[in-house]
C-alpha cells in the first residue's frame, strides 16, 4: 500500500479520509506540517515560515539545487543556505525543521507548489538510496 517516496496526493481520496494512511504516510515521509505566513512586507511580498517533520539535510540542499541557485555557508557542522529562484527566497539551516520564504504576494501559491515539489524530490531520492543499501 505505501512505498516510500509516496506522498499525500498519491492517495485516493477514499484512502486520503482514512486516518491510518495518513498517520502511515507521515511516519514515513517528510512533510509540510505548517505554513504560516509572519509578515507583509511594503512592496507586496509576504515573509512564510515553512516548517517541516523533519530536519533539513545536505540531501535535501543538493535537491535545492537542481530547482534554483544555493548559496552555502558552513558553521560548523551546521550549513546556513539560501535559496533563489525567479523573485522567491528561501532561508534556512541544516539540521533545522524550519525554512523561512519571501515571495511575492501574487506568486505564494506558486511558492508552496515548489516547496512541495523539493520534498516529493527528495523524497524520491531518498527512497532511491535505501533502496539500493
Same mark, same amino acid.
Given at each position: 500500500?505505501?512505498?516510500?517516496?509516496?506522498?499525500?496526493?498519491?492517495?485516493?481520496?477514499?484512502?486520503?479520509?482514512?486516518?491510518?494512511?495518513?498517520?502511515?504516510?507521515?511516519?514515513?515521509?517528510?512533510?509540510?506540517?505548517?505554513?504560516?505566513?509572519?509578515?507583509?512586507?511594503?512592496?507586496?511580498?509576504?515573509?512564510?515560515?515553512?516548517?517541516?517533520?523533519?530536519?533539513?539535510?545536505?540531501?535535501?540542499?543538493?535537491?535545492?539545487?537542481?530547482?534554483?541557485?544555493?548559496?552555502?555557508?558552513?558553521?560548523?557542522?551546521?550549513?546556513?543556505?539560501?535559496?533563489?529562484?525567479?523573485?522567491?527566497?528561501?532561508?534556512?539551516?541544516?539540521? /533545522?525543521?524550519?525554512? $523561512?520564504?519571501?515571495?511575492? #504576494? @501574487? *506568486? !505564494? %501559491?506558486?511558492?508552496?507548489?515548489?516547496?512541495? /515539489?523539493?520534498?516529493? $524530490?527528495?523524497?524520491?531520492? #531518498? @527512497? *532511491? !538510496? %535505501?533502496?539500493?543499501?
Amino acid at each position: 500500500m505505501f512505498c516510500p517516496g509516496m506522498s499525500y496526493s498519491d492517495f485516493s481520496p477514499h484512502q486520503k479520509k482514512n486516518k491510518s494512511v495518513i498517520d502511515i504516510i507521515q511516519a514515513h515521509t517528510m512533510h509540510i506540517i505548517n505554513r504560516t505566513i509572519s509578515d507583509r512586507c511594503i512592496d507586496g511580498a509576504v515573509s512564510c515560515e515553512y516548517s517541516f517533520s523533519e530536519p533539513v539535510d545536505d540531501s535535501f540542499l543538493e535537491v535545492l539545487q537542481v530547482f534554483g541557485t544555493v548559496t552555502k555557508r558552513n558553521l560548523g557542522s551546521l550549513v546556513l543556505f539560501t535559496c533563489v529562484k525567479e523573485q522567491m527566497k528561501l532561508k534556512g539551516m541544516t539540521g /533545522d525543521t524550519l525554512i $523561512l520564504g519571501t515571495v511575492p #504576494k @501574487a *506568486d !505564494l %501559491e506558486s511558492a508552496d507548489r515548489f516547496i512541495e /515539489d523539493v520534498v516529493r $524530490l527528495y523524497m524520491h531520492r #531518498k @527512497a *532511491d !538510496l %535505501e533502496g539500493r543499501i
